[in-house]
């Protein structure tokens, strides 16, 4: 085994290696410095959680619409002009109700619906959320902030294959009646995510 | 592979560091790497079996302590030079330095040749099998049983699309488990639900 101190001082620092890559992918034509720019349109204006508030807003208006959400989320979403990636299959609807929270995870990695709900926030990659979340739901869901009741059971959703899951929340009260412009405005990424209530 | 990526379950993690106002990146470099494995993935360099699969073999002391781009690049760098995009040396040459990269690759294997189709309602349990390649079954559930609440659309079978061995697809079952049987004593009463690829299951 080579000295640890000597791995640290000799060891590219993460920027030098992605630098290295860039350079080596330009180099040979793969056009790097485009995939970086189209890649920061992306996620700035594309990928984005209110992609995910305007599907819950139309899903708690329309009654029809939310039925063929839940049937076939994929199919369903495109009717807003939104897309998956082609190896997300499959997206799949859950819909909270008062006495069910459903919340979603992915403990061998970090795959969750980023095209819709928006890319998945630091924490639900992090090794607590990942380890915890399955086996003390209730625990967890209390230290972000979200106390349920015994009444309100819990249903954890493992992201193990390329089907990609979203929550649809429960609707509060005081917004029956509002428009779905001023609903999508209230729908949260934690809400779609499934660990927070609105 | 039973890895320390496999963490469904494991005990001894503190508290969630949370925050409503959580960002997905942190430094600029971070939306390169995820830029450039996206990239690599476009042009067929490799596909995400073989991406996730890359983030496993990373040795364990460097998982745990890198952060989760550090992981990306530590892929996207491994699968290159396995796939002959550049050598380690000219990696290292560019970079300036040394670059740790994921341990070398097992082999893989193929869609279980007796796998049986189940049907919603059908009590399943996942196989008492240990893989030393990529698999996507959590090691919480080996073992287990459940029920099969839906059916989803099938997909490649990752545990050869990640090693290059021609992967069939084949349907995933959403099979829905008791956290107290999966843990028995020591969990929070829940149901958890996972995607279980057919030839992970046989018949309970």
């Not at chain 1, 649809?168 to 917004?175: F, Y």
Request: charged share 25%; proline share 6%.
């Amino acid at each position: 085994m080579p000295d640890s101190s000597n791995i640290q001082q000799n060891t590219a620092s993460v920027e030098q290696r992605i630098d290295a890559i860039e350079a080596m992918f330009e180099a040979r034509g793969m056009k790097a410095r485009e995939a970086i720019d189209e890649f920061e349109h992306t996620i700035e204006e594309k990928w984005i959680p209110e992609n995910g508030a305007r599907v819950v807003a139309k899903a708690w208006t329309d009654p029809e619409f939310k039925k063929r959400l839940l049937a076939n989320g994929r199919a369903a979403v495109g009717e807003l002009g939104l897309t998956m990636p082609p190896h997300h299959r499959h997206l799949v609807v859950k819909e909270n109700s008062p006495t069910l929270q459903n919340v979603i995870c992915c403990t061998l990695c970090s795959c969750t619906a980023f095209s819709i709900i928006g890319l998945p926030p630091d924490w639900y990659k992090d090794l607590e959320y990942r380890s915890r979340i399955v086996r003390q739901s209730r625990t967890v869901l209390k230290e972000l902030g979200l106390d349920l009741p015994e009444s309100i059971y819990i249903r954890v959703w493992d992201t193990t294959a390329d089907t990609r899951y979203m929550i649809l929340p429960v609707q509060p009260e005081h917004t029956k009646g509002w428009s779905e412009e001023e609903l999508a405005k209230i729908v949260t990424k934690d809400a779609m995510i499934g660990v927070a209530r609105l | 592979m039973d890895g320390v990526h496999d963490m469904g379950g494991r005990q001894g993690f503190g508290r969630v560091r949370h925050s409503p106002k959580a960002q997905t990146f942190h430094e600029p470099w971070e939306k390169r790497v995820n830029a450039l494995y996206s990239l690599a993935v476009r042009l067929g360099i490799f596909n995400m079996d073989e991406y996730r699969h890359a983030i496993e073999r990373m040795e364990p002391r460097h998982y745990l302590s890198a952060s989760y781009y550090e992981r990306s690049l530590t892929s996207l760098a491994t699968l290159c030079v396995e796939k002959g995009i550049f050598t380690r040396e000219e990696l290292e040459r560019y970079a300036q330095g040394q670059v740790p990269l994921s341990l070398p690759i097992g082999p893989g294997r193929a869609n279980v040749a007796t796998r049986q189709k189940f049907k919603i309602g059908d009590r399943v349990r996942v196989r008492n099998e240990h893989v030393s390649g990529h698999v996507r079954a959590p090691g919480y559930t080996r073992g287990k049983a459940g029920v099969v609440v839906d059916i989803t659309p099938a997909y490649p079978f990752p545990d050869a699309h990640a090693h290059g061995i021609h992967a069939e697809d084949e349907p995933t079952y959403d099979v829905r488990f008791n956290a107290e049987e999966l843990w028995p004593n020591s969990a929070d009463k829940a149901h958890v639900h996972v995607g279980v690829f057919e030839s992970y299951l046989e018949r309970a």
